[in-house]
């Protein structure tokens, strides 16, 4: 048992949060999928790094020098962590959406970008901006999805750089990717592989050398370092002889009157004083996922998805969304929608008298949303009329089966009796309970905070 209260604790399990009416409950959080809690063994590090926290590079001060080490040394990790290859460039951004635009501002300019409409908008948006992006339909299933590529691969005139962006795990569906093919199927071509492996990286092993991928994005904050960091990771060509991703001091070697000349890989792509923090939980988080074993976070994360899909199958009228026919590989993501019921009210009602916390609506992936809800009766519009919206649970370490039972009993209730308090429009297509009664946490005073939260 590697989740609840075992091997590995999350910051806030036991977290109470307060009810519409009165009371509280534990918070069920099943929302990992959009970002994770810290696990206590990263909280743990932080803090003993903490006084220890200073400039990097050239401060002379020993605190300095401790801190670039665990800055540069976090580096290693998170290369260790993915298996990459010893020459592959760790590249530290603010989240996979930075390390995709990165990666899209530093190929070949009109570069042809092979993708899919199931891609979430950070892997589809940075490659219509910068490149020749071709977006395949939604396929039907993994053996179409590798049909579609090869044949898009094989037009592709010799000698155009080109490039296969795919997803680890779906965001919407959880269907694992078959990356391994894929990367096998775009060097064929002579194409390159980008994985966004937002998704993947915290739930399941990823292994750069092993499955000779080109290059990876992740985030800290989904796999339980929520201090600010990501990383693009892989193969320094590409990388080394573009123009820095931010023009600023860390990214050249020296500045005259005249003009400058960029520094190598990884400080030429990271202008601007580093997030060490971030960095550095990262790689805590990193040593942990190892410690605990992907393995063994994979088998149970599949069971505990066994579970949820199980359970959801129980209410009627629940429909739930996935692109591939039968039992596919998925990480712990479900979503569905229920009766033709606005999906955001019944995630406010399930957060507001049951304690759960699910998202709502289209998940940054407005063309997935759009296929597959598409086609299902009844769907209510998610972000933009035109867009189906949807809700989603999400697992991760910490997630207990009484979460998901709370999560089917709460909807069954909803699907048969409706809320039970009142709720009215919010902004940006929101529902808010009305009134809300419920008070906010203190520390939201004392920083000043505003928050639907107690209002
Ligand atoms: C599959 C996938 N890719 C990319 C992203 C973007 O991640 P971030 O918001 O951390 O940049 C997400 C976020 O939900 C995601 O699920």
Redesign the pocket.
Known sequence: MVTGSGAAEVVGAELNVPLVGGGTVRYANLDY??SAPALASVWAEVQAFLPWYSSVHRGAGFRSQVATAAYEGARDVVRGFLGGRPDDTVIFTR????AINLLARCLAHRTTVVTTLVE?H??LLPWRRYHTAIELPVPATPAELLDRFDDTLGRIPGGQPSLLAV?GAS?VTGEVWPIAELAALAHRHGARILV?C??LAPHRAVDIAGLDLDWVAL?G??MYAPFGS?ALVGRPDGLDRADPYLAGGGSVAWVSAQGAAWTGLPDRHEGGSPNVIGAFAMAAACSELRRIGMDAIAVEERRLGDRLRARLAEVPGLVRYQTWPGDPDRVGISAFSLNGRDHAEVATVLSAEHGIGVRSGSF?AHPLLAHIAGGVEGWRPGCGEDVPGAIRASLGLGSREEDIDRLADALLEIGVHGPRWTYRAGPDGTVVPDPDDRPAPAFLGSVGGATGAGR
Do not use: L, P, V
Not at 95 to 98: E, L
């Open positions: 999928a959009a989240n996979t959406s930075d979430h950070a892997n997803t965001n966004d937002a998704q985030s904050h989904k990501g940054c």
